[in-house]
């Protein structure tokens, strides 16, 4: 049995918790969290000790695999302390708050090549991104001309409120693009091949004097063989729209949209559904496919090689990212 632990016992640990407890081969061994009550109301639903510093949880409880889900500055201190003593990390999204820390935890990371480290980036586990990226590389779509993506989602003032780090840069790093569209960036990369420039805008339209991060974005992506990519995403949104992407080759347009559809030249529709929310604790908008990055991950602990979504490849598109804030601030300057 392996036994795994949460750090951050939030909103998302609720599908790191269930994942681990319906995972075969694991157990929950324990649940951390700095507010008391929230980590107290974890240990008592699922029958764990529960602690308010990580510290103390990896010195008592010993877990093998520790989920991080703290918000994004207290990533990479939480999981730099997990692998120096040992300990396997999954870290929740965005790796980092900012580009220095990424680089913090890629060092850290290399100097334990024993201990493995994730990030979870799951969309890239989802029917539809995975059946499109077979498809592409067959070849017989033939070129990648380009792509276009829209993330239309919706946070109001309430969803800062509830949780006021999310719109204090000082802690989340950014707004919709290093909290929201990181995912959508991370898969037209994946897709559509590595991005040799980025530009971008990001702005504030609904969220003044709620927040200092963008609520908006747009971005434009140069990809290596010459195919060019955009992205819109807010939100600001009246409600939350399914991610769509588009990507136009030669001879077909998949389209994903929750499902993927191919269309082809010859006017054929091929459509491939995405699988409902795993454990039924998930949002539909963050994707289907915790559970199974996390069953991936687990499984990657007896293979030699490290976890193929790694700090490295998941600080590609906070690069990216960090890139649009950097031009935007000159702009501004
Ligand atoms: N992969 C996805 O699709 C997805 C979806 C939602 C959230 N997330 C990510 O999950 C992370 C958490 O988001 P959330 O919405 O659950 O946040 P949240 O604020 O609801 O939960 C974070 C918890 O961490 C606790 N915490 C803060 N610092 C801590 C520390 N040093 N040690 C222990 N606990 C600490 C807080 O008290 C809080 O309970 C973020 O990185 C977010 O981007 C990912």
Redesign the pocket.
Known sequence: MTAGAV???????VVHLAAISSLDGADLAGV????AD?AAAAGREFGVPWFTD?AEMLATVRPQVVHI????D??VP?AVDCLDAGVHVLV???VAATVAEAERLIEAADRHPGTKAGI?L?NRYNVATTTARDLLATGELGAVRGGSATLLWHRGPEYYRA?P?RGRRRESGGGVLI?QAI?TLDLLEWLLGDVVDVRGHTGRYGLDGVVDVEDTASVLLDHAGGARSVLFATNTNVTDSPVTIEIVTESAVLRIHGDLTVTYVDGRTETRAERTVGTGLGKAY??AS?DLLIADFYRSLDRPEPFWIGPREGTRSLRLIDRIYRLDSDENR
Do not use: A, L
């Open positions: 750090i951050g016992c939030g909103t998302i640990s951390c969290d700095t507010d929230r990580h889900c703290t918000p994004h207290q990533h939480v929740e999204k965005p979870c799951q949780r780090w909290n995912h963050w994707g915790h």
